[in-house]
């Protein structure tokens, strides 16, 4: 039982930055691992970053060298800085939770926005 709740999305232009943010309802020490992932239209839904619990990050190539994920423990919060963003980073970002580190992602949040325009 972990319920997300995404924010932090919206309207900018490319080479700007944003961060999102997936706050959990409770201890985020109770979620193995916390992942960004996106989907735009017609495409088919992509990893683009994740965390441990103990703080081992990953990012897939989407989001190398542009995007950093984080946690805050205190807040039980993961977040996601996206710089230098790209009209293709265009996507609703959804964060999604592996609770035991099973790989089956049991809690989405609902979503957040970011539209980038050139």
Request: glycine letters at 12%; hydrophobic letters at 40%; a positive charge.
């Given at each position: 039982?972990?319920?997300?709740?995404?924010?932090?999305?919206?309207?900018?232009?490319?080479?700007?930055?944003?961060?999102?943010?997936c706050?959990?309802?409770?201890n985020?020490?109770?979620?193995?691992?916390?992942?960004?992932y996106?989907?735009?239209?017609?495409?088919?839904?992509e990893?683009?970053?994740?965390?441990?619990?103990?703080?081992r990050?990953?990012?897939?190539?989407?989001a190398?060298?542009?995007?950093?994920?984080s946690?805050?423990y205190s807040?039980?919060?993961?977040f996601?800085h996206?710089?230098?963003?790209r009209p293709?980073d265009?996507?609703r970002?959804?964060?999604?939770?592996?609770?035991?580190g099973?790989?089956?992602?049991?809690?989405?949040?609902?979503?957040t926005?970011v539209?980038?325009?050139s």
């Open positions: 039982q972990a319920p997300l709740v995404e924010s932090g999305g919206g309207l900018v232009q490319a080479g700007e930055s944003l961060r999102l943010s706050q959990a309802s409770g985020i020490l109770h979620i193995d691992t916390v992942a960004w996106r989907q735009a239209p017609g495409i088919q839904r990893l683009v970053a994740k965390i441990t619990r103990d703080g990050i990953s990012y897939e190539e989407c190398k060298g542009r995007f950093t994920i946690i805050d807040k039980n919060a993961v996601l996206m710089n230098s963003l293709q265009t996507a970002y959804y964060c999604a939770a592996d609770l035991r099973l790989g089956l992602y049991e809690r989405w949040g609902q979503g926005q539209t980038v325009t």
